[in-house]
């Protein structure tokens, strides 16, 4: 989910933000959110400040675990609801003193690494058509729907309170199963909600990046600039989770070769292998793990079949990606999904 206030985080970790609001979600349904804090391997005090830092990991346990005590399907999806830009902490901040919308997404995609060490946003634009995406790219990750639902719920939100309470996007694309209850979203979004998706996306016309956000500060913008540039030189990032956030944006929608990737960082192939494997990785090895990751995701939380899944991570037939899958997993993707992972 996107996340609060920060200081420099280790990989896979996040500043609480967002997330603060699953206490409150869960005392509306009656629950006492404690119990399930602790069982989620967390000190409840911790939600007591949004600027806490936790473990993806742990997030999506206790995503898992709050579906299962709500029996509520879409509970990630309600936790973001109830978010707004603030809960971005001074990301959200950057964001409501940006000249445009345009600026304002800027900020958030290139600024969300100081708060959010699992997931990463993208914003594409397509001829008239802007798309900001959000992806999971931590390995395993409990409840990837929940937290890509809630992520994109409070995106709309930070959306309007840039553009006015009016705005609405053109449609809203989820990576999940369609649920038998689609109300909630359509109520929220207030547009065509597409689910079984490759990806989580907010789908919009590219002129409302040219609107200008009312009340934006140009001093508050700079020393939010310079307060995160200082967090930015405080932070200790390994490379390749750098390199994890950047193919996890581009996999799905770009050529991501060796040569690929040193070119968009200018630098030189051999450079790049080399910083790799300083950390323990290869490329190839890295790019199979985000290529599982996608896959898995898309096996477990969405119908999308399997050829369209295999085009989208680049294989030519479906038959080579069962071949990568069985590698990965031990097992092939259709007797995965089946074999109680999907949904």
């Known amino acids: ?33 404690d119990p399930l804090i602790r069982e989620a391997g967390l000190d409840p005090c911790l939600f007591d400040d949004e600027t806490s830092v936790i473990p993806h990991a742990a997030l ?52 969300l690494c100081i708060q959010n060490k699992g997931a990463v946003p993208s914003l594409t634009l397509i001829g008239d058509t802007a798309l900001f995406t959000f992806s999971i790219y931590q390995l395993e990750s409990e409840s990837a729907d929940q937290i890509s639902d809630g992520a994109i719920a409070v995106a709309v939100n930070a959306l309007r309170t840039l553009s006015g309470s009016g705005w609405n996007p053109t449609e809203v694309l989820l990576a999940r199963t369609r649920p038998a209850d689609q109300e909630p979203y359509r109520r929220h979004f207030r547009a065509p909600v597409r689910f079984n998706q490759e990806s989580a996306s907010i789908v919009f016309p590219v002129q409302d990046l040219k609107l200008r956000i009312c009340g934006a500060d140009p001093m508050v913008r700079v020393l939010l600039e310079e307060r995160i540039q200082q967090l930015k030189g405080t932070e200790v990032s390994e490379f390749s989770d750098d390199i994890r956030r ?11 070769t060796a040569d690929d990737i040193a070119e968009l960082l200018a630098m030189h192939r051999r450079t790049l292998s080399r910083r790799l494997k300083n950390g323990g990785m290869g490329y190839r090895a890295l790019t199979n793990e985000i290529r599982f990751e996608i896959a898995r995701q898309l096996l477990q939380d969405t119908e999308v079949p399997l050829a369209q899944i295999a085009a989208a991570l680049g294989y030519s037939e479906a038959s080579a990606f069962t071949r990568a899958f069985r590698r990965w997993s031990g097992q092939t993707p259709t007797n995965w999904r089946c074999d109680g992972h999907h949904g």
């Not at 001074?90 to 958030?108: C, F, K, N, P, W």
């Not at 950047?246 to 991501?256: K, P």
């Open 1 to 33: 989910m996107l996340a609060g206030v920060g200081r420099a985080l280790p990989s896979g970790y996040i500043h609480l933000g967002v997330a603060k609001e699953i206490v409150p979600a869960l005392r509306d349904f009656g629950i006492d959110p």
């Open 60 to 111: 999506g346990r206790l995503l898992t675990l709050s579906v299962a005590h709500t029996n509520c399907p879409h509970f990630g999806f309600l936790v973001g609801r109830r978010a707004t830009i603030l809960s971005l902490g001074i990301v959200g901040r950057l964001m409501l003193h940006s000249e445009t919308v345009g600026d304002a997404l800027h900020a958030l995609v290139t600024n």
């Open 246 to 256: 950047l193919l996890r944006t581009r996999l799905t929608h770009h050529r991501c």
